[in-house]
């Protein structure tokens, strides 16, 4: 994040810190993301008060935008932090929560991928942990994701997951590690080609986790059958996917074109082209969301790296991440969120208020946030403030529960 603008962003402001959230009054103006026309905001104990239009000027032109908080379903990790690295610590899921928030992530789901069950157990107690070490600094974590270990074991589907980890659902083991995360476990990855798939994803449902269909070979009467069982999203539709798929039907057909299914996609410029992402947001609509998928290399210098899953990688200047002498295999997502906003407006695969609330409102909506509910009177004021050049998004100011997020590496 960088610029101050502190003279027409806010007037009065607290820096979020690890004390309470008192109460605070912060008249905030910019751009309305949807309309580009002035507001000004005004902030009182956490929430947006009130949102009133000024008159068009010749000075208004050059406010920032403004924008709800965005929303991350899916984070492995950034900065060098690894949330699948052990041991976790609570410091490390709270360093991520900080820094994310200076890229405009009011809000997020840490991602735990496919492990041995220990390990799985360790890493959700230690976000627990940092939730109960700093329940201020980790607002921001609506849940953990839980990608695996009940995903495909063929190859291609598998991608990067461990096969000698992955295992049929287990609602016992399911409801120990939920133990081990103080009920914090919030989406559940798997792939409904196992034979009990339809009964635990109904069990899921009704202990309130939001189960995703991901990391699949599943026929398409399993995929309806997940469907019609209380399955809600597909996780990073088109990727996890075998190299090569029958014209029709196939897995990916019948995600899109279940209407109940949230769709999301990693939009980095890499992991799908621009006619699948089109594709997937002209199906979706208003359930269609950008996840950034990153990994501990987000946010990383370009060079050559070592990971503990995918071995030698190398991280290109343009946020390209692969495996060291084999550049057509991808080693993960690397590019945040605000990039990928960023990249479908450059494309002109969406204009900026679609391509926002695809990373925003719509997965709000999804968790069940009040912040879907946008830049209205009575949501919370998890706020953003950005410039748009040509495209490129630059993030200037971050607010979340009304008070601004100290900038960078503060």
């Not at 509910?373 to 004021?381: D, I, K, T, V």
Request: glycine content about 10%; aromatic content about 6%.
């Amino acid at each position: 994040m960088s610029g101050n603008h502190s003279a027409y962003t806010s007037r009065y402001y607290d820096v979020y810190g690890p004390g309470s959230l008192g109460p605070v009054s912060v008249p905030i103006v910019g751009r309305h993301y949807r309309t580009g026309l002035p507001i000004e905001v005004i902030v009182r104990e956490g929430h947006i008060a009130d949102v009133t239009d000024l008159a068009v000027t010749s000075s208004t032109e050059h406010l920032p935008w403004l924008a709800p908080g965005l929303v991350d379903l899916q984070v492995n990790g950034g900065w060098g932090l690894d949330l699948n690295a052990a041991p976790l610590c609570p410091d490390t899921v709270l360093k991520l929560t900080m820094l994310l928030q200076s890229q405009g992530v009011t809000s997020y789901c840490p991602t735990l991928i496919t492990n041995r069950y220990d390990r799985l157990a360790e890493a959700a107690s230690a976000i627990a942990e940092a939730v109960r070490m700093n329940p201020n600094a980790a607002a921001g974590i609506a849940g953990i994701h839980l990608e695996g270990p009940f995903l495909s074991p063929e190859d291609g589907p598998r991608g990067a997951h461990p096969r000698q980890q992955i295992v049929p659902p287990d609602w016992n083991a399911l409801c120990r590690w939920q133990e081990a995360a103080g009920g914090l476990i919030r989406i559940v990855t798997l792939s409904p080609e196992w034979p009990e798939a339809a009964s635990f994803i109904a069990r899921c449902c009704e202990s309130g986790i939001l189960v995703s269909i991901g990391h699949t070979a599943a026929s398409p009467e399993q995929i309806r059958e997940a469907v019609q069982a209380g399955a809600v999203m597909s996780t990073h539709l088109g990727n996890g996917a075998h190299l090569m798929l029958p014209r029709h039907p196939n897995y990916l057909w019948e995600q899109l074109a279940a209407d109940e299914l949230y769709g999301c996609m990693i939009a980095d410029g890499h992991h799908l082209p621009p006619s699948v992402l089109s594709v997937i947001l002209r199906m979706k609509r208003k359930r269609a969301i950008l996840v950034s998928d990153a990994v501990s290399l987000s946010g990383m210098p370009p060079g050559s790296y070592r990971l503990h899953i995918g071995g030698d990688v190398v991280l290109t200047a343009e946020g390209r991440l692969h495996l060291a002498g084999q550049p057509q295999l991808l080693a993960g997502s690397a590019r945040m969120l605000p990039d990928q906003v960023s990249y479908l407006v450059e494309t002109g695969l969406a204009g900026l208020a679609e391509a926002w609330d695809c990373a925003s409102a719509h997965p709000a909506k999804l968790l069940g946030l009040q912040q879907a509910a946008g830049l209205e009177a009575g949501a919370p004021a998890d706020l953003v403030s950005f410039n748009m050049n040509d495209g490129k998004l630059s993030m200037l100011q971050c607010w979340k529960n009304g008070r601004l997020r100290p900038q960078g590496n503060e």
